[in-house]
């Protein structure tokens, strides 16, 4: 019996039962589309975090108040001091004792309220130097940003996000209006380009103004000469380590404090930033993707369980086709071949759920999804196997009926 | 399961030790195509035996119609399942065409039981999800005849049996005779050397069984080899010869005087 009998021989088998290989293909089917689900949504996921996190500009470190290395609890957390200063901003300036850092912004952020005309917004309005715009790795789309003159003069100028100008001003022409920001009239003399938004905050919704201004006028008292946030930019990729020590010396020497361990302020790296949080979505992809992998085990069972119920239903069908003629081989080729045909389609009709899943979800979900072929070919090819070694089993009883026996069955 | 442990003793003390068969009624010059010498089977199920054939000779020639007949427990079964290659001797030897088939494993045996052996049994055996002639076709198959052959014959096989517009029905479509008609016409494509019927109207009512029989009488006088293996005196009475079996022994073989259902069917 050549393999294309077997295999048509195998296929009338399945198509007769149509209710039950339907089933059985929905195990496989569901455990299939999972695996292509998770794997993609992992990527995904993995790629929106870096990209997110690479938009936050290119060679990046940053500087933050507060300490992670602490273990002993007594410091206050992650930024809720003010540790870092405009005088530690201008000393990492100094291509001397910084060599390798291109480019400095120290922000000092509050939320403010900005009124325009009869319009009330709220924002978060961030004090900055005419470095940000590099540092950041933004564009201005209309007029200018604040310049080194606006600074010194501690001008009365801001610069929008695209979303803020929008809700001030609609679609009014933006550059050249005025915003009143605590009681001070503020001139607008550009809008940033649209830049999304990141793990924390819109992107989108600022309002940028000279360091000397948001200190003098916005922010009273003691906290004047703080920054929330020190944006430092490194030469080139390879002197992202290089700045890294220079910052962390240098800091440590302004703050008068000598064991490392103990500083103040916390410097992270882009790069850093990346690999934690691809690390932490990979371990949560392959935990997601084992349970997936689970999902495809238990059809696996099922068709091991279908194809031995099949095999007792049939009994005196095997004994018939063996009083006919069939030898063993041709039984249990008969019986893998029917096991092999529920798992692929169970591996093509759950890959392609998957693939559909994958383009339809994002855009009710929110976070892509990459499918990767791989992942398809893979899980294709896993479900045949699953297929055909659960069906090993079934076919090889099948094959060992005596034909006396299996025809007297009723 | 079957144990096949040899128990050589019994088959000295055999109540028949023949060793040459008797001249077969009938019979040509040539050499029987089934020849059982001493056949003698002894199932065991844990310690006790059973001693299903005690020492059988039976020889039968081509184009013989005989029936082995006897009660329930005689060890009819036993003879169709040896001849029928589905069961092998625990002594003694089993000729078919020629070759001994006591000596061959399972899958020579299942190309013997392709070849040589048309099986008509009595609960039909037909699959209810393929078409007639798919059904007819299934020797075929295993015998790895071309698909476009496959069909010819199949279609040649039914129409054979009378069933030339039954091509496409299914086994649920068509009546018990008609359904015993495709299996006839199954054990009939492959040209076997011979038919091996098991109660073949053991599942019919009377006009079907006379039909399915009628059906025997011509593929007999067509040169047909046919044994049936029936329990019922007046199935056994259109055979042209009655092997009587009784506790695992031959007990009487006679040739029937059977002009009359002959002429009906030759005419």
Request: charged letters at 20%.
């Amino acid at each position: 019996m050549s393999w294309l009998e077997s295999l048509r021989t195998s296929w009338s088998a399945v198509y007769s039962h149509a209710l039950r290989s339907t089933l059985t293909v929905l195990g496989i089917l569901i455990g299939i589309a999972a695996v292509i689900l998770t794997v993609g949504l992992g990527l995904g996921t993995q790629k929106d975090v870096s990209e997110q996190i690479s938009s936050l500009g290119s060679n990046l470190l940053i500087v933050a108040p507060g300490s992670s290395t602490d273990t002993a609890g007594t410091r206050g957390g992650f930024g809720s001091s003010s540790t870092l200063t405009i005088a530690d901003a201008e000393a990492l300036e100094s291509s001397v004792n910084a060599p390798d850092i291109s480019g400095v912004a120290a922000e000092k952020t509050t939320s403010l309220s900005l009124e325009a005309n009869d319009t009330n917004w709220t924002t978060s309005v961030t004090g900055t130097t005419e470095a940000w715009l590099d540092v950041r790795a933004r564009t201005v789309s209309l007029g200018e940003f604040i310049s080194a003159d606006d600074e010194a003069a501690s001008a009365a100028v801001v610069v929008l996000g695209s979303e803020t100008a929008d809700e001030l001003f609609g679609t009014q022409r933006v550059v050249g209006q005025s915003v009143v920001i605590s009681d001070k009239t503020f001139q607008v003399i550009g809008v940033l380009d649209s830049a999304g938004s990141d793990s924390s905050s819109n992107l989108d919704d600022v309002a940028i103004v000279p360091s000397s201004t948001a200190a003098s006028v916005l922010v009273g008292g003691t906290d004047r000469t703080s920054v929330s946030t020190i944006y430092l930019q490194a030469a080139s990729d390879g002197q992202l380590s290089a700045a890294y020590q220079e910052a962390e010396t240098l800091l440590l020497n302004l703050h008068s404090i000598t064991d490392s361990t103990a500083a103040d302020f916390t410097i992270s790296s882009q790069d850093a930033l990346v690999s934690t949080a691809t690390a932490v979505y990979a371990t949560l992809t392959i935990l997601l993707t084992g349970v997936a992998a689970l999902s495809l085990l238990v059809g696996g069972i099922g068709v091991m369980n279908i194809m031995l119920v099949s095999v007792s239903e049939r009994t005196r069908e095997i004994g018939l086709r063996k009083a006919l003629g069939a030898p063993p081989g041709a039984i249990r080729r008969q019986f893998l071949i029917e096991a092999a045909i529920l798992g692929l389609s169970g591996g093509l009709l759950g890959a392609a759920l998957g693939v559909t899943a994958a383009v339809l979800l994002p855009g009710v979900i929110g976070s892509s999804i990459v499918v990767s072929p791989a992942a398809v070919g893979l899980s294709i090819g896993v479900a045949i196997v699953i297929g055909i070694s659960f069906g090993v089993y079934p076919a090889t009883r099948a094959a060992r009926l005596a034909p006396i026996d299996a025809l007297r069955s009723e | 399961m079957v144990d096949t442990h040899t128990v050589d003793a019994r088959a000295l003390v055999s109540p028949e030790p023949e060793p040459e068969p008797e001249p077969e009624p009938g019979s040509n010059a040539a050499a029987p195509v089934i020849e059982l010498r001493g056949a003698g089977k002894t199932y065991r199920s844990g310690s006790i035996e059973f001693e299903a054939l005690k020492g059988i000779d039976l020889a039968i020639h081509e184009g013989e119609y005989v029936a082995i007949m006897g009660p329930s427990g005689s060890g009819k079964s036993t003879i169709m399942n040896i001849l029928g290659c589905l069961d092998t001797l625990t002594r003694g030897e089993y000729r078919l065409g020629g070759t001994d088939v006591n000596d061959l494993d399972e899958v020579e045996l299942a190309e013997i039981r392709n070849r040589q052996i048309g099986f008509v049994f009595q609960g039909f055996n037909l699959l209810s999800s393929l078409p007639a002639w798919r059904n007819v076709e299934l020797p075929l198959i295993y015998g790895g005849v071309p698909r476009h052959e496959r069909r010819q014959r199949a279609e040649q096989a039914l129409e054979r049996v009378g069933l030339g517009n039954r091509f496409e029905n299914k086994p649920g479509e068509l009546s018990g005779g008609q359904q015993q008609r495709v299996a006839v016409a199954r054990a009939l494509v492959g040209e076997p050397t011979m038919i091996l019927a098991d109660e073949p109207t053991g599942n019919l009512d009377s006009v079907s069984t006379t039909d399915v029989l009628a059906l025997f009488d011509e593929l007999h006088v067509r040169g047909r080899t046919i044994v049936l293996i029936t329990h019922e005196l007046e199935v056994a009475r259109r055979a042209a010869r009655i092997v009587w079996v009784h506790d695992g022994e031959v007990v009487r073989d006679e040739v029937q005087d059977r002009d009359e259902p002959n002429d009906e069917v030759a005419a």
